[in-house]
């Protein structure tokens, strides 16, 4: 039997079946139209994203999600972002290809200032950010469906990822990076969710489908 520590989040004992989950990047492959066109395909996403967003706010189960979620919404009236997406389509970028550019941007800046509280909205950021790549790409937004309860295993989880999820098939969380003060990690203690950040990437090589025992008081599984 494989032993893993981590940082303990989120306190409780679960045992169950793990899902891993894995956040795509939308493809580039479309033909760049106008920048007129563009630019109106950006307007028409970000109205679409934020319905989407809304939707979730009122499924929300808790204030800090809803909270979040109203964050979400706002970056995508933040002129700041939206000025930097119009910026590139103007240079001829497609919007897809803008919207991925400031999301790079915008995100490394939040995590370089080295503040957990920062880095929680780099995430943020990240998380409305492929939601709006995703409308582009004609792709739906990444949906956790699971037919048995499970214990999600990830990188980093998104707090659109959680709110997606029925609560009572949500038995825990294990985050091979993320920090205690990450939104999922916030999720978790505000639901009562076991959940252990910074457990390292060997264990998600394997672990979907896998048996999991996890100890979110302690920081093992």
Known sequence: MLHFQAAPVSPGVVVGPCRVVTHRTAALCRVVQTPQAEQHLFEAACILAQGELESLMEKAESQPQRDILAFQHAVLEDPAFLDAV??????????????????????AVMRGLDDAYFAAR??????????????????????????????????????????????????????????????????????????????????LEAADGQQVALDGSRGEF
Do not use: N, W
Request: aromatic fraction near 4%; proline fraction near 5%; glycine fraction near 8%.
């Open 122 to 203: 780099g995430a943020d950021i990240e998380d409305v950010g492929h939601r709006l790549c995703d409308i582009l790409a004609g792709e739906s937004h990444d949906r956790i469906l699971l037919e048995e309860p499970a214990i999600l295993a990830a990188e980093s989880l998104y707090p659109s990822d959680l709110v997606s999820v029925e609560r009572h098939k949500l038995l825990g969380l294990i985050m091979a990076g993320d920090s205690p003060q990450s939104h999922a990690a916030i999720i978790a203690r505000t639901l009562g969710i076991p959940a252990v950040v910074q457990a390292g990437p060997q264990f």
């Open 86 to 107: 119009t910026d590139d389509i103007l240079r001829g970028y497609g919007a897809l290809r803008a919207v991925q550019e400031a999301l790079a941007h915008f995100t």
